[in-house]
């Protein structure tokens, strides 16, 4: 069965780092791109990141470039999101979800992030 | 970055037809934008409809579809059940860069 399990979630300080790990059972991460979706509660989804198949290739909304890294350890089938200068409104609940040639067919639980003083 | 636009909220009556449309702000889309379209309940995770424009999943009711329409990606709901009261957003693909849409909240009623 695949199942993406989204961990490392918390409060942290306005200005702080966070690191969020996605771990994937059922299936080989490398095998896809996969990609990090966040949503404060109560309002929209919001795209954040995308890694691709082989991991050469990486994109991030505006809102996060050169804050936010993303990347993955294939031993562990983990994707990770590296949270740095964390602000007030990277307040989100964050999802991994599995992408092509998935086609966005499994998402995880998610994982509240809260960046408050 | 892209702004995509969709309907705040609609209201569609069992057994009928609704059509959710999702609209860029760099101009038409297209297939190229690769549309996606999800559905999501309150407390769930988001789960896929639609993807590239009008495939579906294995999960997908029949009685959903997907399609260009006027220069934007629509999602038809023909023969609307009481649970498929949910919100509904797109996604288009810029180029690598994914954005979401803010979300159609749909009721049935």
């Known amino acids: 069965e695949v199942q993406l399990v989204e961990s490392g979630g918390g409060l942290v300080q306005p200005g702080g780092s966070l690191r969020l790990s996605c771990a994937a059972s059922?299936?080989?991460?490398?095998?896809?791109?996969m990609h990090w979706v966040r949503q404060v509660p109560g309002k929209g989804l919001v795209w954040v990141s995308r890694?691709?198949?082989?991991?050469?290739?990486?994109t991030y909304a505006d809102s996060v470039k050169g804050r936010f890294t993303i990347s993955r350890d294939n031993a562990l089938n983990t994707l990770y999101l590296q949270m740095n200068s964390l602000r007030a409104e990277d307040t989100a609940v964050y999802y991994c979800?599995?992408?092509?040639?998935?086609?966005?067919?499994?998402w995880g639980q998610g994982t509240l992030v809260t960046v408050s003083s | 970055q892209a702004v995509v636009t969709q309907e705040p909220s609609l209201t569609v009556s069992p057994g009928g037809t609704v059509t959710l449309t999702c609209g860029s702000s760099?101009?038409?889309?297209?297939?190229?934008?690769?549309p996606y379209w999800f559905q999501q309940k309150p407390g769930q995770a988001p789960r896929t409809l639609i993807y590239?424009?009008?495939n579906k999943h294995s999960w997908t009711p029949a009685r959903f579809s997907g399609s260009l329409l006027g220069g934007k990606a629509a999602l038809t709901l023909s023969g609307a059940q009481p649970e498929d009261e949910a919100d509904y957003y797109c996604?288009?693909?810029?180029?690598?860069?994914?954005?979401f849409g803010g979300g159609t909240k749909l009721t049935v009623l």
């Open positions: 059922g299936f080989t991460l490398s095998n896809y791109r």
């Open positions: 590239d424009t009008s």
């Open positions: 890694l691709n198949i082989d991991g050469s290739s990486t």
């Open positions: 996604l288009l693909n810029y180029s690598g860069a994914r954005v």
């Open positions: 979800a599995r992408g092509y040639p998935a086609y966005y067919d499994s």
């Open positions: 760099t101009g038409a889309v297209t297939s190229g934008h690769y």
